[in-house]
């Protein structure tokens, strides 16, 4: 079930990147060497960001047609790519400390690992990330920082992390708003315009009829015959009022609120609506299908407890990081 996968893909990021050449990216401007940061004695340089930054750039032309926001959010990745790679140095040296390294035999494993996840072959793990623009040995350098992170993580982390149940059901009830904010709602809407200008005894006339068409749904009439009759939203008038799935978060908060109270088929009570321009209406909703739900809690409490420990471990390793950092001399010149 999606929602309750909560494991870290091992380096799934390589693959569902985009990935254009520096060469095309930046075909008209030159480029100059210089730092871009320093940790303790160890340079980052502008070429090595711009090496990592290299699959990231055709996702964002791709996801921003507008220059401007393309500027905006290269500038955004390479800040937090810059930030990532310096906590990947840190690490590095705390492994080089405690004497930790990655065989080339755990990255043949590590990418075994992807392709099984994936069910593809070895090979066509390295032909997907050869086309969307990484070497076979970026690749190979990714696995092999990813799996350098678990063995750090294992040895300096995972002795900090203490997950109870009260942690689990913190999880579980994140998960319930997650999945229920995420899951799309097919609503049906019967809509009775309000007039500009319209006067009390036409308002109360509209509710009037509103009240008893819910009560006509809720007795079992056919609601999308009580659209097509009555609806004057022409738009939806032959969808039985429905203009198709849509993310909860995306309702009205007034439809929002309906679509939480009511189950599948259900006909709502009348709702005074009024959209960002101003215009009004008395709406009546049916929820056309069930919403995806969570199982209780006592059904999935090893899975939550396995989510809340994955959170933790990574909270505990944000926080180990930040003791490396107050520990060794970072210079950003970015």
């Not at 075994?112 to 990330?129: C, F, L």
Request: charged share 30%; with cysteine.
């Amino acid at each position: 079930m999606p929602w309750l996968s909560t494991k870290r893909a091992l380096a799934t990021a390589a693959l569902v990147l985009g990935g254009a050449s520096l060469a095309e990216h930046s075909a008209h401007a030159s480029i100059v060497e210089r730092i871009v940061a320093v940790v303790g004695e160890r340079p980052i340089l502008l070429s090595d960001l711009r090496q990592r930054a290299r699959p990231h750039l055709q996702r964002i032309v791709m996801q921003n047609p507008d220059p401007s926001q393309q500027a905006a959010a290269e500038s955004e990745m390479f800040r937090e790519l810059l930030n990532h790679m310096i906590d990947e140095r840190l690490e590095e040296t705390a492994a080089d400390k405690s004497r930790i390294s990655v065989t080339p035999e755990e990255v043949d494993a590590g990418i075994r690992q992807v392709a099984a996840g994936a069910k593809i072959s070895p090979a066509d793990v390295i032909a997907e990330a050869k086309r969307q623009g990484l070497s076979e040995q970026d690749y190979r350098d990714e696995i092999r920082r990813q799996l350098l992170e678990g063995k750090l993580v294992q040895l300096r982390v995972r002795g900090r992390v203490r997950v109870t149940e009260q942690d689990a059901r913190a999880a579980y009830q994140h998960v319930v708003r997650e999945t229920e904010e995420q899951s799309p709602v097919d609503l049906r809407i019967l809509v009775l315009q309000i007039p500009a200008g319209a006067t009390s005894q036409s308002v109360a006339a509209r509710v009037t009829l509103a009240e008893e068409l819910s009560k006509r749904g809720r007795e079992g009439a056919d609601f999308c015959e009580l659209v097509l009759d009555y609806s004057q939203d022409p738009t939806t008038k032959n969808t039985c009022g429905s203009r198709g799935p849509v993310p909860l978060s995306a309702l009205f908060p007034d439809l929002q609120r309906a679509a939480r109270s009511l189950k599948a088929g259900e006909v709502s009570s009348p709702i005074r609506f009024q959209d960002p321009n101003g215009n009004q209406a008395v709406l009546v909703v049916q929820l056309a299908e069930a919403r995806t739900t969570v199982p209780p809690f006592d059904q999935v409490r090893d899975q939550m407890m396995e989510r809340a420990f994955i959170e933790a471990t990574d909270r505990q390793r944000k926080l180990w990081l930040q003791e490396l950092r107050r520990g060794v001399y970072i210079d950003i010149r970015l």
